[in-house]
């Protein structure tokens, strides 16, 4: 550092401009001040220069940091063929790298997990668990003939020496293949950082291919750890993207979960860590949890008797990191500068880049060739036309050369350039055997075949893009093999937190003081609630408020309903009646509630000092009930009593004032029916992509749903449910079958008996609703073949041919075939012949029987307000009139 010195400041006692200053702006001009504008400008910038250029970015050039390509430099140095300890390749490596040898260790193994430069041999680690790579003197590696292939082309290498000078070290590698992008990188340097994702070996070939054709083209990751994962935000792999990744969660039965895939960035034990800290904060419920882990994912996680598997699962992707989120970030370095650009552009860089060295490589054959053309044609000059007998005489160097530059004169017009003193002395150079054994015809056939092969040189120079696409294609086809894509993409569904956390904690209220929380265990029990939802209040007085549940809050005293609350549910109403003062009128209204702000108190009434509400009742499906209202005696009253029914009241917003139901002191409300749901059947869809049911009209409509309603799933295996439909239910792979479900109608199925080695066909209807059963016989070797949900179904019978005769295929309508027989019926008999295949046929005609359909619910007018009351009428002016 350089030494302190002294500052002058001027007469006003403040810095000049360009010198800064630590801790205060105001200077004592008795102090001596340290000066580091110089330090900061200069050693600092070096310092982060240095970490960016030499240590955490990689180059566009070859996709390397600087580490990684010495690594490479030197196992290509020590390469024999055999294996090398990874000890001896990090002490080579120290020659060029001025770091440490764990670091230099630590870089070759991210290198060798990769499984694309590096043949490993050794306990290099597990990606999947986590678990590190032994000590390198026990490790061995050697290059893969893939980066042989690729990597390396010293002729046309560009070269420097290295940090003590002693060595010379490759400035760039010369990678004939978009090596960055295949591996990814990762890096924090001073002031940025770098994240480049990997990408699919196949996939950015094919993507290279089509840019070199002039074609668009996408590229996304693709992980080692293989998972689920949702691109959709991806930007190219450009700052402000996003990549969400998930474990592949399998149910195995009612209480078992299996994991067989992790995301990217994580392993098996921080997977588990996350999970058992999840179980602990009461977000899920598990029993327990098993790793068999090995050359595969395999964990297992056990439920308690009770806890749902769907619900499991959209835990674990919301509370654990079986859901990570990944910010790619593409900052590379080019012409020693850092560049920050999409992941597209990289690929676009590299394969013009590719181009470019195939180019190189060709110039440099091509003149190799015509240099091996120039010397075999002047050899055969040299000795056909015994050239060399014109020396015999000479007895100086100068001499000799001059001879035999006379006696090529006459024969060296055919050659391609002219001869210089270099080739006449590599002609003295040839032996007498090699002159005395000489065949004219064998040099001829030489000197045709490098023809041929510079005729081939320039024609691939000629049509560098084709040749450059066939070296890609050669690359696919020897290498591609067993690198197809590993992670899946998909596009994912949000899961709100407070729908699938567990319900750890009980809610208490104290409707009196107006106090609700988790921590009134004297109090009245509300129902569970987990720590992360909202609750809704509704008090006396008509106001309303939501707030986050806490172990004690105030919220307003007079509490006549709380409950947890889903700003998503559309389908909950809230019917109410109120007294508009202290006095006045009374009022009916139906609403719902969403979108409000959280702890903020909000006024359901007419906003009039000392209302009150009479009647309340909260309604998760609509449901409007028969209400009989009882008025007080005053004055000539002459109906003290009648009936309301709020299914004759429009739902409408929670500021809306409402219909009058009387202008009289209301005595008493209570309730004669039961209210049955108002609201429409509600629309559900089933998006393939995702796997879920939803509301939003994504993928194929099921059908309308009310609430009594259900869905009708068969897998595969010859399973069948009927459930609720739920749109948190998750749905396996091998379902066939997913439809509303309508219990008179008659489910078909053709499948092959194991036991009998025959095939049965069977009608039935479902009679357990609540119970997945197998509908076909459990042996091992059983199988459905088809399963139909028509009411009239056709089958197509394919038999196979058995001793050279081939039957001819066989159409049988099911309904004729059986009858509707029990659910556990074994069927009858189809054939006894073998069938190579059996086709669903287009159904028979049927006309279905007409669904009930509800009779259209009759609203009150949208005008408020409307009298209810059978005491009062409105005339012409609108204005009350009493009978």
Known sequence: MDEEEDIILPEDGKPSEGEHFYEHDEVNPDDTITKVTGMYKDWFLDYASYVILERAVPAIEDGFKPVQRRIMHSLKELDDGRYNKVANVVGHTMQYHPHGDQSIADAMVQIGQKELLIDCQGNWGNILTGDGAAASRYIEARLSKFALEVIYSPKITDWGVSYDGRKAEPINLPVKFPLLLAQGAEGIA????????????????????????????????????????????????????????????????????????????????????????????????????????????????????????????????????????????????????????????????????????????????????????????????????????????????????????????????????????????????????????????????????????????????????????????????????????QTELRIFDDIEATKVVLRNTKLYVNREEGFIGTGLKKDEYVTDCSDIDDIIVFLRDGNMMISKVDDKKFVGKDIIHVAVFDKSDKRTIYNMIYRDGKSGPAYIK????????????????????????????????????????????????????????????????????????????????????????????????????????????????????????????????????????????HFDEDMVVLEKWIPNKPISAIYYDGEKERYYVKRFLVENEGKE???????????????????????????????????????????????VKGFKALGNQLTTDKLKQVNLLEPLPYEPPAEEVPEPVVTASEADPEPIDPNIQLDDDGQITLF
């Not at 840019?211 to 590229?219: A, E, N, T, V």
């Not at 056939?445 to 510079?454: R, Y």
């Not at 039957?807 to 309508?813: A, I, L, P, S, Y």
Request: hydrophobic share 40%; proline share 3%.
């Open 590 to 729: 139906r609403f719902n509630v969403s979108g409000v702000t959280r702890d903020k108190l909000y006024d359901l009434t007419n906003e009039t000092k000392g209302s009150q509400v009479l009647y309340f009742t909260a309604n998760p499906n609509g449901e409007a009930e028969v209400i009989t209202v009882l008025l007080r005696q005053v004055g000539s009253i002459k109906k003290l009593k009648w009936d309301l029914d709020f299914a004759n009241i429009a739902i409408k917003g929670r500021a809306s004032k409402g219909n009058l139901v009387t202008k009289y002191p209301i005595k008493k409300i209570e309730i004669k029916e039961k209210g049955i749901s108002t609201l429409l059947p509600r629309k559900i869809w089933f998006d393939d992509t995702v796997q879920k049911l939803n509301t939003d009209a994504r993928g194929e409509l099921l059908g309308e749903f009310r609430p009594s309603d259900k869905i009708l799933v068969i897998s595969q295996t010859g399973k069948l449910k009927v459930i609720i439909p739920e749109l948190t239910t």
């Open 773 to 819: 059963e197998s509908f076909i016989t459990d042996h091992p070797n059983s199988q459905l073949e088809i399963v139909a949900t028509d009411y009239r179904p056709v089958a197509e019978l394919v038999f196979a041919k058995s001793k050279g005769v081939q039957k001819e295929n066989q159409v049988v309508d099911l309904e004729a075939f059986i009858a």
């Open 190 to 485: 001073v002031g940025l950082s770098t994240k480049v994702l990997p990408h699919n070996f196949n996939e950015l070939i094919d993507a290279s291919i089509k840019i070199l054709k002039g074609k668009s083209f996408q590229i996304f990751p693709d992980f080692q750890t293989a998972g689920i994962a949702d691109v959709s935000n991806y930007n190219d792999g450009m700052r402000g993207g996003r990549v969400r990744v998930r474990a592949k969660i399998n149910q195995i039965d009612k209480s078992t979960l299996a994991i067989t895939q992790i995301p990217f960035s994580t392993n098996t034990t921080t997977l588990i860590d996350s999970i058992l800290k999840a179980n602990e904060k009461g977000k899920i419920k598990i029993k327990k949890i098993e790793d068999n882990t090995a050359a595969e994912v395999e964990i297992l996680i056990h439920l308690y008797p009770g806890v749902s598997p769907d619900k499991t699962i959209d835990a674990l992707f919301a509370f654990t990191a079986c859901e990570t989120s990944v910010a790619p970030l593409g900052c590379v370095i080019e012409d020693n500068k850092p560049r920050f650009i999409g992941v597209s552009e990289m690929l676009k860089i590299s394969t013009e880049r590719t181009v470019g060295l195939l180019k190189s490589e060709l110039e440099i054959q091509l003149s190799e060739l015509e240099e091996q053309w120039h010397f075999l044609s002047l050899e055969r000059i040299f000795i056909e036309n015994r050239i060399y007998r014109l020396i015999e005489e000479e007895t100086t160097k100068e001499g000799v050369i001059a001879a035999i530059d006379k006696g090529l004169q006459p024969f060296i017009k055919p050659l391609k350039r002219a001869v210089t003193e270099e080739d006449i002395l590599r002609l003295t150079e040839i032996k007498i055997m090699r002159i005395s054994r000489y065949d004219s015809n064998k040099a001829q056939d030489k000197i045709d075949a490098l023809e041929g092969d510079i005729a081939q040189v320039k024609h691939d120079l000629e049509h560098l893009t084709d040749f450059a696409i066939a070296y890609f294609t050669k690359l696919k086809e020897k290498y591609g093999k067993g690198r197809e894509r």
